[in-house]
Nanobody, 123 residues
């Protein structure tokens, strides 16, 4: 099974940018569809963005469309989430996960989460 470690979070002002990284080990990221999820304090975990196994298709939650970009670097075995024009509503712990598309919803393939990376956006 693949192990995933997220990094790149931090404190940023509204309108700023961050790039999150998800480093994989154990398996290559090209073996799976990958996605980012986030969980704000007191809220349910929600889908943010997904990248198909082929790497040719991307999917985004409406709330981040046009601001976030998911990508991967096969040589580094890493998945990224580039975030622009951040708002306080983006404040959350961000997790990456192997994911599957069930109907029209991206869900984690395994019930196993890393520590995530905290993103805090100040107004």
């Amino acid at each position: 099974q693949v192990q995933l470690v997220e990094s790149g979070g931090g404190l940023v002002q509204a309108g700023g940018s961050l790039r999150l990284s998800c480093a994989a080990s154990g398996r290559t990221v090209t073996s799976y569809a990958m996605a980012w999820f986030r969980q704000a304090a007191g809220k349910e975990r929600e889908f943010v963005a997904a990248l198909s196994k082929s790497g040719r298709s991307t999917y985004y939650a409406d709330s981040v469309k046009g601001r976030f970009t998911i990508s991967r670097d096969n040589a580094k075995n890493t998945v990224y989430l580039q975030m622009h024009n951040l708002s306080p509503e983006d404040t959350a712990v961000y997790h990456c996960a192997v994911s599957v598309l069930r109907g029209s919803t991206w869900v984690p393939a395994f019930d196993s989460w890393g520590q995530g990376t905290q993103v805090t956006v100040s107004s």
